[in-house]
T-cell receptor, first 113, second 117 residues
């Protein structure tokens, strides 16, 4: 039962443009959402998070939007840089789930110079 | 962010042997650590939640007798893959949460690539 879904396995954008990565979830008990960036053969690196009491959180070039009614969140990266090329995982956790995190399948972002 | 280390980073073993992977929180104490595995081009799958001083909580479908977890101290959790077989070959990653920051982010180790011949 995949509770967190990232339906786009890959995304390619031009340097300087906006990258938008999408994520959907099914479990209404999730109340905290995170985005991680991962390079091959390395552990994920935390990027940005958002609590369910908010609909937007911004940190530099990264902004996460949450639409609770649609059970959807997105990560916006602007402007995109070649160094942003990596796999991005969406994750969700809920106090009702013992705070365990569930991950989406990941989206491979390629930013072309 | 908090630092989590894993050792070894890579291990190759023969079928039937046991392999131990260590996960350490370097600059904080973690009462809870998590163990994940990742198959190529797939997501991170939570295997178990490791609680200091008590038994680990395993996810459905994960054999607790095969994947032994010990969380003997607030900075160390170990995962032992017993009688490893080629299908156990995977990328194993641990994570921990720093309870003192009050945050719910998990900080991940660099992962361990296990190859069973």
């Amino acid at each position: 039962d995949q509770q967190v879904k990232q339906n786009s396995p890959s995304l390619s954008v031009q340097e300087g443009r906006i990258s938008i990565l999408n994520c959907d979830y099914t479990n209404s008990m999730f109340d905290y959402f995170l985005w991680y960036k991962k390079y091959p053969a390395e552990g994920p690196t935390f990027l940005i998070s958002i609590s369910s009491i908010k609909d937007k959180n911004e940190d530099g070039r990264f902004t996460v939007f949450l639409n609770k009614s649609a059970k959807h969140l997105s990560l916006h990266i602007v402007p995109s840089q070649p160094g942003d090329s990596a796999v991005y995982f969406c994750a969700a956790s809920g106090l009702g789930n013992n705070n365990d995190m569930r991950f989406g399948a990941g989206t491979r972002l390629t930013v072309k110079p | 962010g908090a630092v989590v280390s894993q050792h070894p980073s890579r291990v190759i073993c023969k079928s039937g042997t046991s392999v131990k992977i260590e996960c350490r929180s370097l600059d904080f104490q973690a009462t809870t650590m998590f163990w994940y595995r990742q198959f190529p081009k797939q997501s991170l799958m939570l295997m178990a939640t490791s609680n200091e001083g008590s038994k680990a909580t395993y996810e459905q479908g994960v054999e607790k007798d095969k994947f032994l977890i010990n969380h003997a101290s607030l900075t160390l959790s170990t995962l032992t893959v017993t009688s490893a077989h080629p299908e156990d070959s995977s990328f194993y990653i641990c994570s921990a949460r720093d309870p003192w920051t009050g945050g719910r982010e998990q900080f991940f180790g660099p992962g361990t690539r296990l190859t069973v011949l």
